[in-house]
Every structure is written in structure tokens, then in C-alpha cells.
């Protein structure tokens, strides 16, 4: 069979026996592998960047720079939780486990997944520990 295209996964109707099967995984395993060369890649470029900059010698444009640096410096530490994520996420195709629900073991959702690719908890779920952590942090 032909590679999955993006349409094909938001109009699969298939069977429940037939969810995550070869085609879905290697869908997703792909995708999931383009981000991460993508988060890998930009990282090397903040590495780069960083390095490359000198302090600016007025008081004004080096705390501007700074920063411009704890900025960077945030996201690319965002991007290094979504990374594991998505390290998780390629462990859990290796082993079969990749798209059910941690809480649940039902399905995640061929949709969901294409929205949320490191998601690990199906909609209802999501839903019913976010409603749990505001009972209890209100």
C-alpha cells in the first residue's frame, strides 16, 4: 500500500481492529521523526548563535540581549520537554503502545494524534484530569 498522506489519516473509517495498524504507525513514526530532526536542528542553531554573539558594550543593548537570550533560552527548554515527548512516543511505536490512552487503554484518536502527535491521553481523559487538578488547586 501507498504512504499515508495527512487526508488519509483525518478520513480514516476504518474498523476498530484495523487503529495503529502498519500504515498508521509508519505515518506517525515519520512525522514524529521530522519533528524531532527539526527540534534537533534548531537547537544547534541556538547553540550557535549564542556562542557566536558578543556583549554589546551601552548597558541598555546588553540587558536587551540578555534578554533576547533567556527567550531563546525558554523556548529551546520547551522544546527539549517536547523533544523527550516525542522520543516517548517513538519508544511507545517501537513497543505497540502508541496511541492508547494511558488512563483508559481505549484509542486516542487518529485526529487527536495528527493535532498532538506526543498525546497520551485520550480527549476524555485530558478532559477529566484537568477538571481533577482545578478541583484541587482551586
Not at 495527512?6 to 481492529?17: A, F, M, T, Y
Request: with cysteine; hydrophobic share 30%.
Amino acid at each position: 500500500m501507498a504512504k499515508l498522506t495527512e487526508q488519509d489519516i483525518l478520513n480514516w473509517n476504518g474498523p476498530d481492529s484495523e487503529y495503529m495498524n502498519e500504515d498508521h504507525l509508519e505515518f506517525f513514526r515519520e512525522l514524529l521523526s521530522k519533528l524531532q530532526d527539526e527540534l534537533i536542528e534548531r537547537a544547534d542553531e541556538t547553540t550557535g548563535h549564542l556562542q557566536d554573539h558578543e556583549l554589546a558594550p551601552d548597558p541598555a543593548d546588553r540587558a536587551s540581549q540578555e534578554e533576547e537570550y533567556a527567550l531563546e533560552l525558554r523556548t529551546r527548554d520547551r522544546e527539549r520537554k517536547l523533544l523527550s515527548k516525542i522520543q516517548k512516543s517513538l519508544r511507545d511505536i517501537d513497543q505497540g503502545d502508541y496511541g492508547f490512552c494511558l488512563d483508559t487503554g481505549e484509542p486516542i484518536g487518529l485526529k487527536r494524534l495528527l493535532a498532538r502527535p506526543t498525546a497520551t491521553l485520550s480527549v476524555e481523559a485530558q478532559e477529566r484530569r484537568e477538571r481533577l487538578k482545578k478541583q484541587f488547586a482551586d
